[in-house]
């Protein structure tokens, strides 16, 4: 797809304006949920030098509660620490990006390559990093209605 931007002088500057053709529509959302991901960073802790450093959204595939912090894993691998409870953090976050699939994880919707139901009733979900988690009973539903 080709992108071109144009400007409007007249239009308020945190509006954005995408035109497509009319058989794109169905892409949309799609389009919308890249571009507000793509503006979005999120402030987290490098303990290996005690930085705080800004990464993006998008490079975010899973945040794990660790007591009172949480990890930050990104698709490279590296690891993150954030200075807030898993709770928090998700309420900070897009629901439409990171989905809870069991207490302790938070994973980045865009990255799962695979699941596929294990014993005990719960989820595997495989993310194009090849790490695997699991999606508890209670996080199934909502889980399986935001991806099928």
Partial sequence: MKITFE????????????????????????????IQQAEQKLVVLNAKNNRNVQISLSSIAVIESEDRMCSVRVISG???????????????LDPSFFLRINNQTLINKSYIKEFSSTDNARLQVVLTNELSYYVSRFYIKNFRGNLI
């Fill in 78 to 92: 590296e690891m993150y620490l954030l200075n807030q409870r898993l709770k928090s953090a998700e309420a900070e």
């Fill in 7 to 34: 400007a409007d002088a007249a239009m308020d500057r945190r509006i954005a304006k995408v035109i497509t053709h009319p058989a794109e529509q169905e892409h949309w959302r799609h389009m919308e949920e890249a």
